[in-house]
């Protein structure tokens, strides 16, 4: 059976504390070279915001952009998604897009905004560039397609991204890579028109052509200088063509999902094939319900499942044994999550009811019965994990509490909602206030497997300088 402690509130004994002080030395060495982020190095610059940007204002990969911008939401969502974007990217004049069928928000993005983040310090870059919970998926620099067949379709779509290509070139924003995603269309559709684009772009410019990534995009992570162009059909021959060139992928790096459409393909089997890899055996009777029932101490474990398809670079692999403190933990479908990932993993909650499977891993796991809310840790550790039934407000309090203390390196921390609305602009400065200046990256996302709820993602503020871009 798993080790098990218990304690009163948040005094710890003292096998406890040598156990999470061995495990955090232990996996001190492997810390700085976590896959989480890319680190990228500052640059000073004794310019001014307003000199820089003016530099800019004659910019043609900048003129030649539009400002349209179309958010699809989480869905049934979309009541929640507007305000939240109003709040987190200002002064767009967000609203529901009303030329679609779809349930889409629509913006114009000033060039004034996009510029002066631009401008912005590398470390500033990551920490300023916009989260929106509720996005599935974004489309910047959009145009609307409204009765047009398919051949002006990938007219428009090669017309526009060979000029802006060309526009780019020999600037910093040059093009490395671009990649092509189209949503509401069958899958045979969607080749025949993927075809299309590269053949054109083949005929007219072969150079672009070369930059063309036909790995498949969910495996492929975006960097530098990558160009996302995107069809999104919202009936029989209308929608939308966006094209996110690289300063329009680096502002937006939270929100565009790497996923066509901001959708999982096959998230059933992928889950088979994660059980597969850790318990060697899986029982699929009962759709994806039995599967849950007949192989998880719970429904919570697929939230950190669709979080790692979502955001690999916020991966919690940890070989060398990085720590993890799971508060709320019972029955146990984060800390299994987190102990097949390879964390040494405590696990708290009142109740001590764990589920049979976390028993394989009791070599570096371990279970105090207390309350989560008020658990100190005895040395600072690798991840805090909440996935705890309380407010929303406790929860971002707790996480604030644990970032200002220096208690964690990383957290996943999941806000629950009730009533009609999710995130509200209460809610929402209460993070810009209290978690944001604690953190050098930050995130947030609402997955299609929670409920109404809200997850929050991120590091503890540090001195690298953090961001995939």
């Excluded at 318990?279 to 499942?305: C, E, F, H, M, W």
């Excluded at 692999?317 to 508060?327: Q, T």
């Excluded at 009730?418 to 993070?431: C, N, R």
Aim: aromatic share 8%; glycine share 6%; proline share 5%.
């Amino acid at each position: 059976m798993l080790h098990r402690i218990f304690v009163n509130h948040h005094a710890v004994s003292t096998t406890t504390s040598s156990y999470v002080t061995k495990a955090v030395a232990s996996a001190s060495a492997s810390s700085s070279s976590s896959k989480i982020f890319h680190y990228c190095t500052s640059t000073s610059n004794s310019k001014s915001t307003d000199e820089l940007v003016k530099q800019l204002d004659g910019a043609k990969r900048y003129n030649l952009l539009q400002s349209l911008v179309i958010v699809k939401p989480r869905e049934q969502y979309l009541p929640h998604l507007v305000p939240q974007i109003r709040f987190n990217i200002s002064k767009c004049g967000w609203n529901i897009a009303k030329a679609s069928s779809m349930p889409l928000a629509e913006g114009n993005l000033p060039l004034s905004k996009l510029k002066e983040y631009m401008v912005l310090p590398q470390v500033a870059k990551g920490r300023e560039a916009p989260y929106v919970g509720m996005a599935k998926q974004v489309y910047p620099n959009a145009v609307h397609i409204n009765k047009q067949s398919d051949k002006l379709w990938v007219e428009t779509t090669c017309n526009r991204l060979i000029d802006l290509y060309k526009a780019h070139l020999e600037t910093e924003d040059a093009f490395v890579r671009w990649r092509v995603h189209i949503g509401g269309r069958s899958e045979h559709h969607l080749q025949s028109l993927v075809s299309a684009i590269t053949n054109m772009v083949s005929t007219r410019c072969k150079p672009l052509h070369q930059l063309f990534c036909s790995s498949p995009t969910e495996t492929t992570p975006y960097t530098k200088g990558d160009v996302l162009v995107q069809l999104l059909f919202t009936g029989k021959d209308t929608g939308y063509v966006s094209i996110a060139t690289p300063p329009l992928m680096t502002y937006f790096q939270k929100t565009i999902s790497r996923l066509p459409s901001g959708a999982i393909p096959e998230f059933s089997d992928r889950l088979k094939e994660r059980i597969l890899k850790h318990q060697g055996t899986v029982n699929q009777g009962g759709g994806k319900d039995g599967i849950i029932s007949q192989n998880l101490p719970s429904r919570s474990y697929l939230k950190l499942a669709e979080l790692a398809e979502r955001f690999p670079d916020y991966s919690m692999e940890s070989p060398a044994g990085g720590v993890a403190i799971d508060l709320g933990a019972s029955p146990g479908g984060w800390s299994l999550f987190a102990l097949e990932q390879g964390c040494r993993v405590v696990s708290i909650d009142k109740a001590q009811v764990f589920d049979k499977r976390l028993d394989r891993y009791k070599d570096r796991s371990i279970t105090i019965q207390g309350d989560a809310l008020e658990y100190e840790p005895p040395k600072a550790v690798d991840w805090l994990l909440c996935d705890m039934k309380v407010p929303a407000r406790t929860s971002i309090e707790l996480l604030s509490k644990w970032l200002q203390q220096g208690w964690c390196d990383r957290f996943i921390v999941t806000l629950k909602f009730e009533g009609t609305m999710l995130i509200t602009s209460d809610i929402e400065k209460l993070i810009k206030d209290t978690i944001l200046p604690h953190t050098q990256y930050f995130n947030a996302h609402s997955l299609d497997n929670g409920g109404k709820e809200v997850n929050l993602f991120g590091t503890r503020k540090i001195n690298k300088v953090l961001g995939i871009f």
